[in-house]
Every structure is written in structure tokens, then in C-alpha cells.
């Protein structure tokens, strides 16, 4: 059986494995674009009363098919995981939520950005309002909490921004905000992070006994930091924080960003003998090899102008700074702006003075 005749059977008999209050509820599967215009097949089994429904993709439940699980046993399975889903996660009026996700002032509070690539994008960011960054474009999503299975968001589409009546850049903004306070960045040695995924218990010691259990990865250069975020999901919009990215260069210099995946990026910083070439081969060789195709950022290293507070690609460097040099205005321009300013400031002065003999 190929993925398409599975799709059909699921469609056709997963009913028979739920519970009885889905007997007259409508079954679809549908093509869901992903994260780098990945398509994944999506099922949604949706109740007379139910506004929206959770949506389950298949593609895992077909490799366990291939693996040499009966199909009634994936069938079960499929329609366990989705019934749990779909009380623990609609367990509440979907009118309303539906209602305060189109509403701005109601949501503009759980807005958050992601960072994700521009080019493998093209397709998914036409329905999605966004701001481009170099290659890299950004995204927002309404934050709806956590659950058992992950994160909850709904993107924001072009339709919801008509309907929330702002600006793109207005939505950059709060969304950027509220990043700081609904996902912080979290910034820590390679060797923090190595110990926090393979030690048991490590975030429940105590300093002591942190450090302790931290030499079997210790090493005389921390070499490499992760900038993310506390869940360590679509952690690289962490990069949009400014007040971070100074913090990162006042403590280790100059730096090099390696974008690891969506989820968070290495920071290297710079030292003599560092080729550039070097590492992008290495996060080419890791995306190609350790990296989900939805899950990968970039192939390319960045760098951070503190200045302009942009990151750019690190190869494109000549390039980043032409461009801003021909954006600043000329000398002789920011002179006769100057002008103009203290212009406008005498003559606002000579009106209160008249206005104040005409009072005497």
C-alpha cells in the first residue's frame, strides 16, 4: 500500500475507531504547506458543533504502517491520539476563540515572530503578511499556549491582518515586544546545553552539582554559544532581539551566527584562522544531514551589524554596508537638514516672541 491508497483508508475507516459522537462528522484530509513549503497531508474530523478541529498529519502513521503495524492497529492509534487532542485541545467555546483571533485588541498581546527562510518560503509567504530579511523572512503567529503535544499558534494570514486594520510594520513591532515577555531569549555555553539534553535531573541541581556534572563536557574555549528560546521551539527569532544581540557582543565580540535550524542558532565568536567557508560547509553538511527538510533555516552564516541593529549574511558583508552607506544621507545633505531644523526652531521662537509683545 503506497501513501495514497493509506490516505484513502484512513479517510474511509477511522470512524469505526472513534467514539460514537463522531458518527455524522465529516472526515477530510487536506494539504497542509508547511515551514520551506513542505506539504504534509492533514486529517480533520469535524463535529456538527464544532467550529474548528484539531488537525493530525499522517505521514508519521504511515511510516508506522511501513514499519509492519497492522493497519487496524494504526487506525486505533490515529483515532486515540486525535480524540485526546480534540477534548484536551477544544475543550472550550471555539466560537470565542475563532471570535478573539480575528479581533486585534484582543490578540495583539500573544503575537510573536518566527524567522524562517525567505526563498524556501515562496509559496506559503504570499498567504502570509511578513517582513524580509535579507533571505530570511519574518513571520507572525498567535501564541495560543502549550499543551501535552507542543506549542499552539495559528499564523497570522493576509485575511486576519485586513481584519486586525494595522500596519505590517505595526504588527513587527508588538510582535517583537512581545516576544521579550510570552518566549525570552536564552543565551548559553554549547556545553549548558549538551548538559541540560543528556544529563537527567541536570536543570533541578543545585550550581555545585551543575558544574560538577558539566566537566565531562567542559572545554578550555566554551567555543560555541545557542541563542533560543526557553521552550527551544522557533527559537531563532530570538535574533530579533536587539537588546540581546548587544549583550552577546559586548560579552564575546565580534561573532559569527550559524543558523542551526529554526529553532535556535549557534553563536561562533570570531577568532584568528576562522574561515568563513569552513562553516558554512559545515551548516550545509548539517542540514543535509542532521536537519528536518521543514526545520531548516539557512545555509548561509550571518553576522550582526550592532550599528544598524540587522543581522546579514556574513558573505554579503560589502554588500550590507554599501547599502546602508547609500541609504545615510550625504554630508552636505545632513548639513542642509541641520539647517532646516534650526530654521524651523528660530521661527517657532520669533512666533512666541511676537505672540508675547502683542500681549504686553
Known amino acids: 500500500m503506497d501513501f495514497e491508497q493509506f490516505k484513502e483508508e484512513v479517510k474511509e475507516n477511522i470512524k469505526d475507531f472513534l467514539p460514537e459522537r463522531y458518527e455524522n462528522a465529516n472526515v477530510s484530509i487536506n494539504e497542509v504547506i508547511k515551514n520551506n513549503?513542505?506539504?504534509?497531508?492533514?486529517?480533520t474530523i469535524r463535529t456538527e458543533d464544532q467550529t474548528i478541529a484539531p488537525t493530525l498529519y499522517l505521514e508519521d502513521y504511515f511510516k508506522e504502517y511501513e514499519s509492519g503495524k497492522s493497519m487496524d492497529f494504526v487506525l486505533d492509534h490515529i483515532a486515540g491520539i486525535y480524540d485526546e487532542a480534540s477534548v484536551n485541545g477544544l475543550d472550550i467555546d471555539t466560537k470565542e476563540m475563532?471570535?478573539?483571533?480575528?479581533?486585534?485588541e484582543e490578540t495583539k498581546g500573544k503575537i510573536v515572530p518566527r524567522v524562517v527562510n525567505r526563498e524556501s518560503n515562496e509559496?506559503?509567504?504570499?498567504?502570509?503578511?511578513?517582513?524580509?530579511?535579507?533571505?530570511?523572512?519574518?513571520?507572525?503567529h498567535v501564541d495560543l499556549g502549550n499543551s501535552e503535544d507542543g506549542q499552539m499558534s495559528v499564523a497570522v494570514s493576509n485575511e486576519m491582518l485586513n481584519k486586525y486594520g494595522v500596519s505590517v510594520e505595526e504588527m513587527h513591532?508588538?510582535?517583537?515586544?512581545n516576544m521579550k515577555e510570552i518566549s525570552p531569549?536564552?543565551?548559553?555555553?554549547?556545553?549548558?546545553?549538551?548538559?541540560?539534553?543528556?544529563?537527567?535531573g541536570y536543570e533541578e541541581m543545585d550550581p555545585e552539582e551543575k558544574k560538577e556534572a558539566r566537566a565531562q563536557f567542559e572545554m578550555p574555549d566554551p567555543g560555541m554559544y545557542v541563542l533560543?528560546?526557553?521552550?527551544?521551539?522557533?527559537?531563532?527569532?530570538?535574533?530579533l532581539d536587539t537588546d540581546t544581540m548587544d549583550k552577546i557582543e559586548a560579552e564575546v565580540g565580534e561573532f559569527y551566527i550559524l543558523p542551526s535550524s529554526v529553532h535556535e542558532t549557534l553563536i561562533v565568536p570570531i577568532r584568528?584562522?576562522?574561515?568563513?567557508?569552513?562553516?558554512?560547509a559545515m551548516v550545509q553538511e548539517v542540514n543535509a544531514t542532521q536537519v528536518a527538510p521543514n526545520e531548516v533555516l539557512s545555509d548561509h552564516v550571518y553576522k550582526y551589524d550592532s550599528k544598524n541593529k540587522e543581522i546579514y549574511r556574513a558573505d554579503k558583508e560589502a554588500e550590507h554596508f554599501k547599502e546602508k552607506e547609500e541609504k545615510r544621507?550625504?554630508?552636505?545633505?545632513?548639513?542642509?537638514?541641520?539647517k532646516k531644523e534650526v530654521k524651523e526652531k528660530d521661527s517657532k521662537t520669533d512666533k512666541v516672541k511676537t505672540k508675547t509683545e502683542v500681549r504686553e
Open 185 to 200: 531569549a536564552t543565551f548559553e555555553t554549547m556545553v549548558e546545553t549538551l548538559a541540560n539534553l543528556m544529563i537527567p
Open 228 to 239: 533560543s528560546n526557553g521552550s527551544k521551539s522557533f527559537g531563532a527569532a530570538a535574533l
Open 173 to 177: 513591532e508588538k510582535a517583537c515586544e
Open 123 to 140: 509559496e506559503r509567504l504570499k498567504n502570509m503578511p511578513h517582513t524580509d530579511m535579507g533571505d530570511l523572512a519574518v513571520t507572525y
Open 329 to 338: 544621507p550625504s554630508l552636505k545633505g545632513r548639513i542642509e537638514e541641520k
Open 272 to 280: 584568528e584562522g576562522m574561515e568563513l567557508k569552513d562553516l558554512e
Open 98 to 104: 475563532v471570535d478573539k483571533i480575528t479581533n486585534y
Open 37 to 43: 513549503d513542505t506539504k504534509l497531508y492533514g486529517l
